[in-house]
């Protein structure tokens, strides 16, 4: 059920880093899944998000215009704007899997994350946010403590179902008129025998140590 004949978000999670963020397998699979992405251009640029729930039920999509100063900060709009919608569409206990094809702002989501386990809210690496992103930064992290857990994990921009919805905004504008979803996944299936998620499996045949 992903868009544009692309995986389903869980398999693009599943498969993908989760970086500064170690957990057992048994934690991998989330409720929700939301993919964002930004487009920058000088005529003007775009955001788009694509949510699905983790039996792959499509949830929303959204394709919108924006000018934002540069891609940086649209990457990190784009954010704000698609948790913004599962926030509207999801209770407040639910884990949720972002998947960003922006290297600082999946480190800055999970470092944000592990912050607020910590007994003096600081985070294990420092952040790094571009100042222009304003309200939107503290508006992610407002929406990242008001679920129940949170991982954000790093994929290819070939694979982020949301790019051509960023890029082409006014070409997929028809995605923003679909009905409204406020659905549920199916339960867990626990099976005896789990695999490690490739944050933690030891892919380069060294000491099979997590990151963090």
């Not at 409204?180 to 998620?197: G, K, M, N, Q, S």
Request: charged share 25%.
């Amino acid at each position: 059920m992903a868009a544009h004949g692309r995986p389903a978000l869980r398999d693009l999670f599943d498969e993908s880093p989760t970086p500064h963020i170690a957990h057992p397998p048994r934690t991998h699979h989330r409720d929700f899944y939301v993919a964002t992405d930004g487009s920058f251009r000088t005529s003007g640029g775009g955001l788009g998000a694509v949510i699905e729930t983790r039996d792959g039920t499509r949830v929303a999509r959204i394709a919108t215009a924006d000018t934002p100063p540069d891609n940086n900060v649209a990457e990190y709009r784009a954010l704000h704007l698609g948790l913004d919608v599962l926030a509207a569409r999801a209770p407040r206990d639910v884990s949720v899997g972002v998947l960003v094809d922006h290297d600082a702002l999946a480190s800055n989501v999970n470092n944000a994350v592990l912050a607020t386990n910590h007994p003096e809210g600081k985070s294990p690496r420092p952040l790094s946010v571009p100042a222009a992103t304003g309200y939107h930064w503290r508006g992610i992290q407002a929406r990242l403590s008001g679920f129940g857990a949170v991982r954000a994990a790093r994929i290819d921009s070939d694979q982020n179902p949301a790019h051509p919805l960023a890029n082409t905004p006014d070409r997929y504008e028809h995605v923003n008129s679909e009905p409204d979803r406020c659905v549920l996944p199916d339960p867990i299936e626990h099976t005896a025998t789990e695999f490690p998620p490739p944050s933690r499996a030891d892919r380069n045949g060294g000491s099979g140590r997590a990151s963090d």
